[in-house]
């Protein structure tokens, strides 16, 4: 198995043959003219793997901030069984996680990391205060 994409968005739903419809895809900058700043957000992840992993899979969104991070989401996500299944092309298995509650409390570097399985990947963002530039890492 491994991570295809990790997507945030401002809004997203999936259609019954499991196209994506995503608005505002690719926040990498926050812009809040107070803090604490509440925020609605999707996180889209897909993930590919083989016809053998099939099966319920452990999922963990967490968002780690400047100054620590918390778990959002740590949960088991069935997978179910489909008949027509398309020989040599891997399985792919969407989530979609609306997170409409979220307030970011301090300004600054921040990533979303979704672990499925042991695999990892992370999506960075800034949190800026409106007014104030965005801080560039030398290199």
Known sequence: MRIAYLLVADSANQSNDG???VLG??????NAPVLPFPVALTVLVSAQLDHAERGAKHVKLSLATPSGSQVLIDDTAPMESRENMI????????FQFVLSG???KEAGLHHFIVEIEGERAEY????????????????
């Open 25 to 30: 895809m690719g926040v990498r900058v926050i």
């Open 124 to 139: 960075p963002f800034v949190v800026q205060i409106l007014g104030t530039e965005v801080q560039s890492s030398p290199g």
């Open 102 to 104: 979220l307030a970011f």
């Open 87 to 94: 020989e040599n092309l891997p399985l792919q298995l969407n």
């Open 19 to 21: 196209k994506l419809n």
